[in-house]
């Protein structure tokens, strides 16, 4: 402790900032040491506080107890809202939270009515500083994101995990703007989002031109394809990030790639992208990538379904398409598989190195992510060679 008494308290701070990045369980126990250092791991240890009605009384007799003031450090508040409305009333204090810049809201399955949280989601984003908001619940519908985005008008990033399938009925007056602040969106994993979402931002009067969409479940097509086409087109054109899967009933990869080919060429500002195809094996990523015309693109994400080995991937041909003069700007290459479990993992190895030599040279490929099932299926495969070799 001698040591750490003639730091600067900046040092002090910086050191315990650099351990909540590493443990963030420390900063209960760097709390203990001395006060210098209670400030800050407090600070850390704050910055994201769930509050339901199981833990609102109990956080409140912290707070009260606390030699330092901890509402002051919250800055990611993240809300569990089970319909019964008589614990709210105490979320009056919270309102003293002055530095909230991320909110989320987690909505149970029985609950229809938000209006009760009206009145201290205005509160929190009249400091201006709330610019990050996450929407969970399997019964919220867009209408219900419509109002709620109109309570928080500085909100830049939106991040939505509601009902799977989010049926979207256009209303006969002009819904309210959304934030103009708003430039990234993210739809979770089970969130079909497909053509009603993208029909829902259709009518809006201004059209939002997104910089950022990540879709980390399955656009489903079919029938409305026109309906997100027809948004590429009108706000295609400032987007720099995409995350996209395509999934048409009773399609071929061959159909997504024709799909891609109709999107893409209205976003040519694209500095990331990431798209999903369900066969290794048919020439549809070399269609797609035949298809691109992006000069900004940076970094690129291609993932398989489940099921394939990485073997069953044309790395030769990813290498010469990658050589093509329209990617010279690319830094980044990245190919995943889907496990069983939905969980995504690197097809990046040493031998892949070796069978993509043009990309390599160029620093292109992603990090070698372990993967112990390729290592597995790799070494088997090496050992029948050699068994075959010898006999």
């Not at 900046?10 to 203990?32: F, Q, R, T, W, Y």
């Not at 009260?64 to 993240?78: A, Q």
């Not at 992006?294 to 041909?317: K, N, R």
Request: with cysteine; hydrophobic share 45%; net charge positive.
């Amino acid at each position: 402790m001698a040591v750490l008494d003639n730091l600067a308290q900046e040092v002090v701070d910086e050191l315990i900032d650099a351990l909540h990045g590493i443990d963030p369980n420390s900063m209960k126990a760097c709390g203990l040491v001395c006060t210098r250092w209670l400030a800050r791991s407090r600070y850390n240890l704050f910055s994201r506080v769930f509050i339901s009605a199981k833990t609102i009384r109990s956080f409140f007799e912290l707070v009260d107890v606390s030699p330092v003031p901890i509402l002051t450090f919250v800055r990611h508040l993240c809300l569990v809202y089970d319909g019964n409305p008589q614990w709210l009333r105490n979320l009056g204090r919270l309102h003293q939270c002055a530095n909230i810049c991320a909110l989320e809201l987690d909505v149970a399955a029985r609950v229809h009515d938000l209006e009760p949280l009206r009145s201290h989601i205005s509160s929190w984003a009249q400091s201006g500083f709330v610019s990050e908001l996450t929407l969970i619940g399997p019964n919220m519908k867009l209408p219900a994101v419509r109002d709620i985005l109109s309570w928080v008008p500085s909100v830049k990033s939106l991040h939505l995990r509601i009902a799977r399938t989010m049926p979207f009925q256009p209303i006969s007056s002009l819904p309210p703007p959304l934030p103009l602040t708003l430039h990234a969106l993210t739809l979770g994993p089970k969130d079909d989002g497909g053509s009603d979402f993208f029909a829902w931002l259709l009518s809006f009067l201004v059209v939002p031109r997104l910089k950022s969409i990540q879709n980390l479940g399955a656009v489903q097509l079919g029938r409305h394809q026109e309906t997100v086409e027809r948004y590429f087109v009108c706000a295609g054109g400032v987007l720099q990030s995409l995350t996209f899967n395509l999934r048409l009933n009773s399609a071929s990869d061959r159909d997504i790639s024709e799909c891609y080919g109709k999107i893409l060429p209205h976003t040519p500002n694209l500095r990331h992208i990431s798209l999903c195809f369900r066969n290794p094996e048919s020439r549809s990523v070399l269609d797609t990538l035949a298809l691109l015309h992006l000069p900004h693109l940076e970094s690129m994400v291609i993932t398989w379904g489940y099921g394939y080995a990485a073997d069953s991937l044309q790395w030769g041909d990813l290498d010469e398409a990658l050589a093509d003069p329209r990617f010279r700007n690319l830094r980044h290459f990245f190919v995943n598989l889907s496990g069983r479990d939905g969980v995504e993992v690197s097809a990046i190895t040493r031998w892949t190195q070796s069978v993509m030599p043009l990309a390599f040279a160029r620093g292109l490929l992603g990090p070698r992510i372990p993967n112990p099932a390729l290592v597995r299926r790799r070494q088997r495969g090496t050992k029948m060679a050699k068994l075959g070799r010898a006999v």
